[in-house]
């Protein structure tokens, strides 16, 4: 409906000058737009409603209008229900799984997101991260960015160290193993044993040293063995989260740049040396004090992240660096920038940090230190079978069928949640609550589509034409025109909660539509069918933005 508005704002535009704000009435009664004629009393030296009155006169319906009503100073504009429903209908079901598609520019985007540290566990609150940046990357895709997904993933530094450490003091005769389970449950011991006696940090120290330096060949090899079994376990995640990337980074491959750059920032002015670490003082910019080195040389993330901005745009040309990551982190990201700008690096604007915020469960938050967490694959295991049980309620099914279904449920279940609130706010995910096969979830979302699906399935074929339609009708349609609008909102505030909550709306709308409108067996089925069908592509394109498929049946 917007390329209707722009008509009819430059209709007016012919008539009279100015800012023409052309607002969409809270009640439908009163039209699709309507003009508030206040501004240009003082210009036109004329009433309010003396102006809507003239404007009635002079302006000549266009074709898309049904007709130009006053109310009081408001000029009022309704549209011709058939032509829009043509248009819109029309065009979704040409242009397919390309309605709402546009080209918001070409320019290079590089997406870092999940960033799950191997030799930990990655549990529900790594789905946040991870759904979001699938999302996101998506969403620019579908706007015609070249978009390059990347995780950055910490497989060396004090985390490690504390897991090999625990591995060969207290778990050495247990073999290593592809196993989320396993290998976050080495890291709480770790953990818990460090807090018991904390002079075993020591050897901890001497471990990370050794690292960092590569002298000792048998913990290397150890180190290569348990990271790869920790990479597997996760890439099993991915694919089950409809995720993938182009590029994997990793902290040990920027670590030597990160202290050559930290070397190099002493040499400027710009760090210095402060009781043996390698700092950055920023407190004249409110921003504190950042540590690059340790005291002992090892070199911290906060180094490595500056070494891996400048290979982002060095070796890959990116034109803009966009980072998914948690909401503590946000002081961080303020630092690392305002030392990409300290660098005088020339792309240092060009950084974009999208925080994350938590996801509590009922009864708090979670940690991975000390294992009150929920595994992702144990909490996706108990969605799964929950799923299971509401599907074996509707009837017969077979095993294979069964499983294909309750792993998509859970999965949206999960995506839903998480993507359909501000990722800046904090979320306490509830099971019950985003399972349910009604109300604001992806169950809900799923059972839509499914049932919209059986109708064309029960209906068989027919043709595709267009009626006059009704007021639940043309909600629908309407809702189905919003979906581009809402792409580029999401695009532009990197936040899929715009596409999330349109589909729901969607969804809603649908429901709405097919409970007051009969549709097989009606004189307006073929219409109707239509409708469906349409509905059916466009929510199908609003799920695939937000990583979730579609099933057929539920």
Known sequence: MEKYRKKLVSLIKKQIDGDIDLAVPPDSTFGDYALACFPFAKQLKKDPVGIAND?????????????????????????????????????????????????????????????????????????????????????????????????????????????????????????????????????????????????????VDEINRLLDSGEDKKLLSLWKETRQDSLDAFENIYQELNTSFDK??????????????????????????????????????????????????????????????????????????????????????????????????????????????????PWGKMSSRTGDNILFSTFKEELVDYAAEEIKKRGEIDEKELKRRSDAIAIASLKYSMLRQDPNKVIVFDKTEAMRFEGETG???????????????????????????????????????????????????LDPSAIANYSFRLAQQFNEFYGACKVIGSEEQDFRLTLVEAFCIVLKNSLHLLGIETIEKM
Not at 56 to 67: G, N, R, T
Not at 286 to 311: M, P
Not at 448 to 475: C, M, N, Q, W
Not at 479 to 485: G, K, M, N, R
């Open 248 to 361: 994997y980074f990793f902290e040990s491959k920027v670590e030597k740049r990160g202290k050559e750059i930290s070397l190099e920032l002493v040499k400027k002015k710009i760090a210095e040396i402060s009781e043996g670490a390698t700092i950055i003082d920023m407190k004249a910019h409110n921003l504190g004090v950042w540590v690059l080195l340790r005291s002992d040389g090892t070199v911290l993330y906060s180094a490595k992240d500056v070494a891996l901005a400048e290979q982002k745009f060095e070796k890959y040309k990116v034109d803009t660096s966009i980072y998914v990551v948690g909401k503590e982190q946000e002081h961080h990201f303020s630092q690392l920038f305002k030392t990409l700008e300290l660098m005088k690096f020339k792309q240092a604007k060009k950084c974009r940090y999208v925080p994350v915020s938590l996801v509590k469960l």
């Open 55 to 203: 404007l009635k006169e002079k302006i000549k319906a266009p074709s898309f209008v049904e007709k130009i009503e006053t109310k009081g100073p408001y000029l009022n504009f309704f549209l011709d229900k058939s032509v829009l429903a043509k248009e819109i209908i029309d065009s979704v079901l040409k242009e397919k799984e390309k309605y709402g598609q546009q080209s918001l520019g070409s320019e290079k985007v590089m997406i870092e997101f999940s960033q799950a540290n191997t030799h930990k566990a990655f549990h529900i609150g790594h789905v946040r991260g991870t759904s979001l940046g699938e999302s996101l990357a998506r969403i620019l895709s579908f706007v015609g960015k070249d978009v390059l997904r990347v995780n950055y993933q910490g497989d060396t530094g004090m985390h490690v160290a504390k897991w090999i450490w625990c591995y060969q003091k207290y778990h050495a005769k247990e073999k290593p193993k592809k196993d989320e389970a396993w290998i976050a449950s080495i890291y709480v011991d770790a953990i818990k044993r460090l807090a018991e006696n904390e002079e075993l940090q020591k050897e």
């Open 443 to 493: 169950p809900y979302l799923l059972y839509s589509y499914a049932r919209a699906r059986s109708i064309l399935r029960k209906a068989g074929k027919f043709s595709h034409s267009i009626s006059a339609p009704s007021e639940k009708e043309v909600a629908l349609i309407k809702t189905l025109d919003a979906f581009s609008e809402r792409v580029s909102k999401a695009a532009s505030d």
